[in-house]
């Protein structure tokens, strides 16, 4: 389908790290759109990735967007950092923000877009009083905290509920999706309404990433 508004953000989560320069000269060349920095505490997931550290040094290395998908605890305690280490668009989980409308300000005030994430149990309704408040709602399409998992077929009915929602009170905010999005099922997602497409294993294991970058954003 022509004329959607769609972005792809790889997910550095899948890339190789002992060549992370390389991969982001790569990531330079490619139509990516946005950078994806998955940010694990080994609390809220089951997993420890990366952090600040290594996001202010990829900053030195691209001009690209940098979303970045915080699943930790307490994102409150680290927004400001992660804007100094050059975040564009910080997201946070539904589950981990017990005051969530006040960590959205939070992030606006520091100067970034403000995202929100929901796991695959989490309904998309919860989101009805905040919707006008964000920049992005971040539907998890795996459970958090690995790569290189299957698309849960659900997201697709959550996904088109997003968008009604987003439409019935005229808000703004991107719909991106986060989890199993591979050549085959890229444009079944599109077509129920998200507009980024993030996407780890299948541009990082592929043969030519570059060349899936460009086939994703024509999916
Ligand atoms: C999972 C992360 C994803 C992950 C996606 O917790 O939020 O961004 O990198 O990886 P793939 O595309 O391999 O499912
Ligand atoms: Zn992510």
């Known amino acids: 389908m022509e004329n959607r508004n769609t972005f792809i953000a790889p997910s550095l989560l899948a890339s190789n790290f002992l060549e992370l320069g390389k991969e982001v000269e790569m990531l330079n060349r490619s139509e ?3 950078l994806h920095l998955d940010v694990m505490d080994g609390r809220f997931v089951p997993n420890i990735s990366f952090g600040l550290p290594v996001i202010s040094q990829l900053r030195k290395a691209t001009t690209k967007t940098f979303d970045v998908h915080l699943m930790i605890e307490e994102p409150e305690k680290y927004a400001e950092d992660f804007k100094k280490a050059g975040a564009d668009l910080l997201t946070v989980h539904y589950e981990a923000c017990t005051h969530l409308h006040r960590n959205i300000q939070q992030i606006k005030s520091l100067g970034m877009k403000a ?3 929901l796991n695959p149990h ?3 309704h919860l989101l009805e009083n905040i919707i006008n408040d964000i920049d992005l709602v971040l539907i998890m ?3 958090p905290g690995f790569g ?3 698309f849960i077929q659900r997201s697709l009915d959550k996904i088109r509920q997003t968008r009604e929602m987003i439409n019935h ?3 703004h905010a991107l719909i991106e999706v986060d989890g199993g999005i591979t050549l085959d099922n890229a444009a079944s997602i599109l077509d129920a309404g998200a507009n980024v497409l993030v996407a780890g294993s299948s541009v990082f294991a592929s043969k ?3 060349a ?3 086939a994703l954003r024509k999916a």
Do not use: F, L, M
């Open 32 to 34: 990516a759109d946005w």
């Open 115 to 117: 995202g929100v994430a």
């Open 122 to 124: 989490t309904p998309v």
């Open 141 to 143: 399409s795996v459970n």
């Open 148 to 150: 290189g998992q299957h």
């Open 169 to 171: 009170y005229k808000a």
């Open 208 to 210: 030519d990433p570059e």
């Open 212 to 214: 899936t970058i460009s």
